[in-house]
């Protein structure tokens, strides 16, 4: 039988000489604690992002909307109260694996809510799942985490695979009529998935890729790219971004080289999300992108969420924000239904059953690998009533899967994507 999801005695790793020794066990609960939440009252998350570092404005905002839902319903769920302890990553795996033993091993965590990035999660997603803690990832997109690698104790409550929302994007530019598509895409695990959702997609409806370019995390001069892009015969370019400067400074790159009106442009979430808007403003307008997420959506629960961001922080929410306070609903209703006794597979299986009729996204559910199903939004940024650039959906892909149109028997038999599997 499972550990109790506040059970005090941890399988934790310690360092031995010779290497990592795993499955050394904690102190056990005192006589008087059986480490149940109706004993302690207290669910303890330890909650992993980036507040600095390259990608440091995504994790500060993923904190935010984790925040803005306990502010607004309050820290307790019955008789059990949230408590969240924050770690910084930096966005580096090393660190990500560091700050995660320091939650599980010396702050005696019950939950894990993140990191953000791909690589950061792949890299302490085996330690705690070993460690017998459930996690739950807000923003996180790799692929294997709920694929070749799935891990029981993991849900990713409120994000899509990195392949998983681009795809329609590849589908969406093949039915717009484009034939030749160029990508230029983030060099680790999120950039090869998202531009392999959007390339896998749009070579199966028939179109072809003339060229693949990737950059690393943190580039600062996207003149090269661009030349490149400038000179293909390509007809369609699509560019991914995880977050932070790079989607800005390629956005001003692309317009100073003149391809707005030249090569038609279609981007990920990340590239055309709140924190590119908010510094290019009209540079942006009318560029279209493919996400989960959509703050200009007409929805009672996304405009009733962006007003209430808006008002506690000034400022539209993005991707990230929206991500944070959706896995904290998920949290909460896990608890509502799992209790106090539950165990760490009582509460993922919790989680993982709860279906939304309307959420953030949409109407979503999760499959059996603990990954969501829903909606996907073909988006375009335009000007709002109060001056403020946002994205509205223009298409909408209903119940995208993580294994999109393909068998998930044969899908799961082919390497992961990176520079060498592509997509193609």
Same mark, same amino acid.
């Given at each position: 039988m499972g550990q109790s999801i506040t059970r005090q005695a941890r399988w934790v790793a310690v360092s031995a000489a010779a290497g990592l020794v795993l499955l050394a066990a904690c102190a056990p609960p005192s006589d008087d604690d059986d480490g149940s939440v109706a004993e302690s009252g207290t669910v303890k998350v330890g909650f992993l992002s980036p507040v600095t570092g390259p990608v440091a404005a995504a994790g500060i905002e993923m904190r935010e909307g984790w925040e803005l839902y306990w502010q607004e319903h309050g820290e307790t769920v019955g008789e059990i109260t949230v408590e969240t302890i924050f770690e910084d990553d930096a966005g580096n795996p090393d660190t990500a694996l560091t700050k995660a033993k320091r939650l599980i091993e010396e702050e005696q965590v019950d939950v894990i809510v993140g990191p953000l990035l791909a690589n950061t999660a792949l890299a302490v997603a085996d330690y705690v799942t070993r460690a017998g803690i459930p996690s739950l990832q807000p923003v996180t997109?790799?692929?294997?985490?709920?694929?070749?690698?799935?891990?029981?104790?993991l849900l990713r409550a409120?994000?899509?695979?990195?392949?998983?929302?681009?795809?329609?994007?590849?589908? +969406?530019?093949?039915?717009? #009529?484009?034939? *030749? @598509?160029? =990508?230029?895409?983030?060099?680790?695990?999120?950039? +090869?998935?998202?531009?392999? #959702?959007?390339? *896998? @997609?749009? =070579?199966?409806?028939?179109?072809?890729?003339?060229?693949?370019?990737?950059?690393?995390?943190?580039?600062?001069?996207?003149?090269?790219?661009?030349?490149?892009?400038?000179?293909?015969?390509?007809?369609?370019?699509?560019?991914?971004?995880?977050?932070?400067?790079?989607g800005p400074t390629f956005v001003r790159t692309y317009h100073d080289f003149g391809l707005t009106d030249q090569l038609p442009l279609l981007t990920n979430c990340c590239a055309m999300d709140q924190a590119t808007l908010r510094d290019v403003g009209e540079l942006a307008e009318g560029i279209h992108s493919v996400s989960y997420w959509a703050e200009g959506?007409?929805?009672?629960?996304?405009?009733?969420?962006?007003?209430?961001?808006k008002q506690a922080y000034g400022k539209l929410p993005s991707l990230n924000v929206a991500g944070g306070y959706l896995t904290a609903e998920v949290l909460a209703r896990a608890l509502e239904t799992a209790g106090g006794e539950a165990t760490a597979e009582e509460l993922i299986d919790a989680a993982s059953s709860i279906r939304f009729e309307e959420s953030l996204y949409g109407p979503l559910r999760y499959d059996e690998y603990n990954n969501p199903v829903g909606p996907v939004y073909i988006r375009v940024v335009e000007r709002n009533s109060d001056g403020e650039y946002w994205n509205v959906p223009v298409e909408t892909y209903e119940d995208v899967s993580q294994f999109w149109t393909f068998d998930p028997e044969e899908y799961l038999q082919q390497p992961p994507y990176d520079r060498e599997h592509t997509g193609q």
């Open positions: 997109a790799a692929d294997d985490l709920t694929q070749r690698k799935h891990h029981p104790l409120g994000s899509y695979t990195g392949s998983q929302m681009n795809f329609p994007g590849g589908q +969406w530019a093949y039915e717009q #009529g484009h034939r *030749r @598509a160029i =990508t230029l895409c983030p060099d680790y695990a999120f950039g +090869w998935e998202s531009c392999a #959702g959007f390339v *896998r @997609a749009f =070579t199966a409806a028939g179109g072809e890729i003339v060229d693949q370019l990737w950059f690393p995390l943190g580039t600062q001069d996207f003149s090269p790219y661009v030349t490149e892009m400038r000179g293909t015969d390509a007809d369609i370019a699509f560019v991914t971004s995880a977050g932070g400067a790079d959506r007409d929805s009672p629960a996304v405009q009733g969420f962006v007003q209430a961001y």
